[in-house]
T-cell receptor
Framework: DSGVTQTPKHLITATGQRVTLRCSPR?????VYWYQQSLDQGLQFLIQ???????AKGNILERFSAQQFPDLHSELNLSSLELGDSALYFC???????????FGQGTRLTVV | GIQVEQSPPDLILQEGANSTLRCNFSDSVNNLQWFHQNPWGQLINLFY???GTKQNGRLSATTVATERYSLLYISSSQTTDSGVYFC????????????FGKGTLLTVNP
């Protein structure tokens, strides 16, 4: 158990819908990262937050947004879903940038 | 951005064999991690090794930061070692994202 909790584990939804993925970091970790893993793109960095502030942005679509709350949990919002958004979404946390990162078990999103 | 290349892309072993996986990166790093993704999709931390050598049971890793590569050694492989092994690096500066290689798919046959 990495200490990073993601919910839900599985999600099936229809095209055009909106979903929210939730992540609770390890105790004491201030930095949260979101990654998308698809068969054709591998593990792609989406966005990073540190202590509530956005720190880095990667290949995140405009239809996607995220935030980190005062209690340090984070949510990734995916809207206007398309078939191509089907993927495994990971959250990771670390004490700070450059420190060892630990990953949650992922949320498997299927868009039908 | 920083580039990460892993080799070989695929590896098939018989149980009990040894193997070496390689990770090359294109720039200096302040973080390098090896992960094992098991068949259920979980990413399991193996090593945090921006430089030097570490060992954990049958697994060991070495990173030569000056030459921009890292090696993961698996000895006496077991079927439970099967899965994808990822190398990920953080290039430092003000951007602390981990950039992943494409992975090595390891299959260990009984």
């Amino acid at each position: 158990d990495s200490g990073v909790t993601q919910t839900p584990k599985h999600l099936i939804t229809a095209t055009g819908q909106r979903v929210t993925l939730r992540c609770s970091p390890r105790s004491g970790d201030l930095s949260v990262y979101w990654y998308q893993q698809s068969l054709d793109q591998g593990l792609q960095f989406l966005i990073q937050y540190y202590n509530g502030e956005e720190r880095a942005k990667g290949n995140i679509l405009e239809r996607f947004s995220a935030q980190q709350f005062p209690d340090l949990h984070s949510e990734l919002n995916l809207s206007s879903l398309e078939l191509g958004d089907s993927a495994l979404y990971f959250c990771a946390s670390s004490t700070d940038g450059g420190a060892e990162a630990f990953f949650g078990q992922g949320t498997r999103l299927t868009v039908v | 951005g920083i580039q990460v290349e892993q080799s070989p892309p695929d590896l098939i072993l018989q149980e009990g064999a040894n193997s070496t996986l390689r990770c090359n990166f294109s720039d200096s790093v302040n973080n390098l991690q090896w992960f094992h993704q098991n068949p259920w999709g979980q990413l399991i931390n193996l090593f945090y090794i921006p430089s030097g050598t570490k060992q954990n049971g049958r697994l060991s890793a070495t990173t030569v930061a000056t030459e921009r590569y890292s090696l993961l050694y698996i000895s006496s492989s077991q079927t439970t070692d099967s899965g994808v092994y990822f190398c990920a690096v953080c290039g430092g500066g003000s951007n602390y994202k981990l950039t992943f290689g494409k992975g090595t798919l390891l299959t260990v046959n009984p």
